[in-house]
């Protein structure tokens, strides 16, 4: 029986853009599948078909056990959605935004009141409740459209990158509300482009690229897939990075990553602590300094360079600054 939220050959495209190619998942009721893929992957038409709001050139979709092309409006019933711009009415407060979720999902006022109340508190919003949304910052914004998806705590939840813009402390109180939810038994599927949120709640993970699955697996799997340890080394000097990152490159299997602003050097080696001692003998007889040293394991950021090529991009919470 297929899971909760289930996809199979799933087709869109757009003109010549083939935005979803062909994808698979399956999620296991209770479960959150991490769906991630750089910028255009197709990550948000996929959440956009399988919520209703888009129809797919060809493949099946099933949430909540129901058909989503034969019985859209069934599934609207059994589905919550935040979607990566905030959906809220700029004349109405934040109050009457979430009460109104609660009247349209028919909830009794009373508790529709109480929801909402609940809610904005646990959302940092309770100051700014009764003022009209269109005075709300950007943040703010986010936070009422996370909110508005979880006024009925539906069955099966949809979030398109629910943390993106959000500063640290609101991500934080955002992966509580996840947990919370997962642990309730509901079911997430949840696109994100900070790789860390996946890891630390996707069951699953799913990378999707030019519309296509690419990996899937526990991030454990995934880690181990893209193999080996890293060598991470911290250069005193900016200035002999380059000539370091020489010399690392000579140990690597694989493309060496250098981030100038924090003089560290990454590379893909296999050798365990014998060649970190043969590193730092190098580095030593061409008298480069260094700050520190070490062996890790690949992180969820090594799979997605080295499975796209390319890092994950993350937006700044710029919005939160507004
Ligand atoms: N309504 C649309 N019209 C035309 N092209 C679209 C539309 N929606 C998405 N696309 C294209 O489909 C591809 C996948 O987009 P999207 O699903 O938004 O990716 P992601 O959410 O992973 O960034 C991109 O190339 C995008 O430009
Ligand atoms: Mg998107």
Redo the contacts with the bound molecule.
């Keep these: 029986m297929p899971g909760a939220i289930y996809a199979e050959g799933l087709v869109k495209t757009?003109?010549d853009?083939r935005?979803l190619d062909g994808v698979d998942f399956d999620v296991p009721e209770g479960t959150v599948l991490g769906l991630l893929?750089p910028?255009?992957?197709?990550?948000?038409?996929a959440v956009r078909v399988l919520t209703t709001l888009l129809q797919p050139d060809s493949g099946k979709a099933v949430v909540a056990g129901i058909d989503v092309l034969k019985h859209p409006n069934e599934v609207r019933r059994h589905i919550g959605l935040s979607g990566q711009f905030a959906a809220v009415d700029e004349y109405l407060t934040g109050r009457e935004n979430l009460q109104m979720v609660g009247q349209l999902y028919q909830m009794k006022s009373r508790d529709a009141k109480l929801r909402a109340a609940e809610l904005l508190d646990r959302f940092n919003l309770a100051d700014a409740a009764d003022r009209p949304t269109k005075t709300y910052s950007g943040g703010m914004r986010r936070r009422l459209d996370l909110a508005a998806a979880l006024v009925v705590k539906p069955p099966v939840m949809f979030m398109d990158e629910p943390t993106t813009g959000l500063d640290p402390r609101n991500r934080q109180v955002m992966w509580e509300v996840i947990q919370d939810l997962v642990a309730g038994g509901t079911t997430l599927l949840l696109?994100t482009q900070y790789l860390e949120e996946a890891d630390q709640l996707a069951h699953d993970i799913c990378v999707i690229d030019h519309g296509k699955v690419i990996a899937r697996g526990t991030s454990d799997q995934l880690k181990a897939q893209t193999g080996g340890e890293r060598v991470e080394v911290v250069v005193h000097e900016r200035e002999r990075l380059a000539e370091a990152e020489g010399i690392l490159r000579g140990f690597g299997k694989g493309d060496t990553k250098t981030e100038d602003h924090t003089r560290r050097i990454t590379v893909p080696v296999d050798g365990g602590a014998k060649l970190l001692a043969e590193v730092i003998r190098d580095l030593d007889a061409r008298g480069i300094e260094i700050d520190d040293i070490g062996l890790r394991r690949p992180t969820l950021d090594d799979v997605f360079l080295s499975l796209t090529g390319h890092e994950a991009e993350v937006a700044t919470p710029e919005e939160e600054a507004k």
């Design positions: 757009f003109g853009v935005a893929g910028n255009g992957a197709g990550k948000t038409t696109t």
